[in-house]
């Protein structure tokens, strides 16, 4: 024992598991440490030496059968939630007179069921569960760093008040709400008191009286072996950890005669069988077949099919970002052309839209106004030309770049307009943009003091209109560029 090494690493441990908690079992041994624990853990003589084996300064049983070190070391296997009454509660609920609350007369009809039976398995562990006040105040109570003189926070104290389960206040079965679920006028200390995340959970406190034989039930001799933590999640924090391979934790006692002890934590949870498992295993997969009957029957079996000869189009693209125009504020007008032959779009499909007013941010030497502005379109093309040669004309994605002033005017920043990609797939193109321009100083002055410019009346002489006979129209300079991207997916031809 003399060479045993301690465990100092007290901080806690989390697991997880799908199973249920009550099947959790823990074997907690304690044990004090005196000098004939020493003795018995030193190794035997060597035989040929001329040594005397201390094997036989062991205590030796009396004949009564008593062993001296009987209350100096103690065994006990326990469940989750399962209470064990310490002395202290033993001899306070056998008084009628200090049982106050539902759950004191219990404890006390537990008592004397045990005081009429075998007795207690235990002597010096006990637990404290859920349900115990000292669960609550433990909490409410607990420090947030080492200091002796520690003064808690503003957020220390709300957060003791959040987890704090106030058993008290807990609610019968078939009770009515005397709180109202929707506060529709929160005042500010409802909202500074409600907007915590609170994940539920249950604790139990695994203890042990340290005092001295035939002195126990002080509260002063009460120390923390282990604390456990479930929450709703299946979350299970051990502090400290199980001691696996690890040595055994110790406890030194204060006071006059200092004592001390040391205890060991050990999961001894039975494991499932192989034929619960299996079952286990039916049972899960009969339920995901259920809910994936269910998800089916929400869907529907009949799928939209494509006409014959017919090709769909879906795009679902985002406006990013836009740099290198005069002004600041910046936004977008959009519209999808469909080609006049062949094409169309269902009818609650919309074609435009506009995008949300943007400051632009210094990125380098250039302004850059971030979007992120998304879109979807749906278009369907009818092929009734069988020959090779009778492509189809493809969608045309036009833009319009404006500004936005303090006195809410306008100034059209730029036109810019690109042909959505032939192959499916995600795209990232970049759009150059051009706007009309007007010769004269006084065209400048006005564009820049009242906002009046040059716009045109139809967006798509952006680019060559299909009406046009010639291969080129007439611009202006080039204002700025704009990021749009693209994914889109296709049925082909049926």
């Excluded at 009770?175 to 409600?194: A, D, H, M, Q, Y």
Aim: with cysteine; hydrophobic share 35%.
């Amino acid at each position: 024992m003399a060479d045993t090494v301690w465990s100092t690493d007290t901080g806690e441990a989390v697991y997880r598991s799908r199973d249920p908690v009550r099947n959790l079992r823990l074997r907690v041994h304690l044990q004090r440490i005196t000098s004939s624990n020493y003795l018995r853990y030193q190794p035997a003589a060597q035989p040929g030496k001329d040594l005397i084996d201390l094997a036989t300064f062991r205590p030796q049983p009396t004949a009564s059968g008593h062993r001296p070190d009987e209350d100096e070391e103690e065994e006990v296997v326990i469940g989750w939630q399962e209470k064990l009454f310490s002395q202290f509660e033993v001899d306070l609920y056998q008084n009628e007179a200090a049982c106050q609350s539902p759950l004191d007369h219990q404890y006390r009809q537990e008592i004397l069921k045990l005081e009429g039976s075998d007795g207690r398995k235990n002597r010096r562990i006990f637990t404290y569960t859920d349900s115990d006040r000292y669960t609550n105040l433990e909490e409410h109570c607990q420090k947030m760093t080492t200091a002796a003189s520690e003064v808690p926070s503003f957020l220390v104290e709300r957060m003791a008040n959040v987890r704090r389960r106030r058993q008290d206040r807990r609610g019968m079965e078939g009770g009515i709400l005397k709180s109202r679920i929707v506060t529709w006028e929160p005042s500010e200390e409802f909202v500074r008191n409600s907007h915590v995340i609170n994940t539920p959970l249950q604790t139990m406190y695994i203890m042990a009286d340290l005092g001295p034989y035939g002195k126990l039930g002080y509260k002063k001799h009460e120390h923390v072996l282990c604390t456990l933590k479930v929450d709703s999640n299946g979350v299970i924090t051990v502090k400290p950890d199980f001691t696996g391979l690890k040595g055994p934790y110790r406890i030194e006692t204060e006071g006059d005669k200092q004592e001390l002890w040391t205890y060991t934590l050990d999961n001894v949870s039975s494991l499932a069988q192989p034929e619960e498992e299996e079952r286990e295993q039916r049972v899960f997969k009969d339920l995901y077949g259920r809910h994936k009957e269910y998800l089916s029957s929400l869907v529907g079996t009949d799928f939209e099919m494509t006409v014959p000869g017919a090709l769909r189009l879906f795009v679902n693209g985002e406006v990013v970002s836009a740099q290198g125009y005069e002004s600041d504020n910046l936004y977008v007008h959009f519209f999808l052309e469909l080609p006049t032959t062949n094409w169309s779009s269902p009818a609650f499909q919309q074609l435009s839209g506009v995008t949300q007013t943007c400051a632009t941010k210094s990125l380098g030497m250039d302004q850059v106004a971030h979007f992120s502005y998304p879109f979807t379109f749906e278009a369907s093309f009818l092929h009734e030309d069988e020959s090779a040669e009778a492509l189809p004309a493809w969608p045309v994605l036009y833009c319009e770049v404006l500004s936005l002033d303090f006195w809410q005017r306008y100034r059209v920043e730029g036109y810019g307009a690109v042909v959505l990609p032939a192959t499916p797939g995600s795209h990232t193109l970049t759009l150059s943009t051009w706007r009309p321009l007007e010769l004269g100083t006084v065209a400048e002055l006005r564009r820049f003091f009242i906002g009046g410019s040059l716009e045109l009346e139809d967006l798509s002489y952006v680019r060559i209109p299909g009406t046009f006979k010639v291969t080129f129209v007439s611009g202006g300079p080039e204002a700025g560029i704009l990021w749009p991207c693209f994914f889109w997916k296709r049925r082909d031809l049926g």
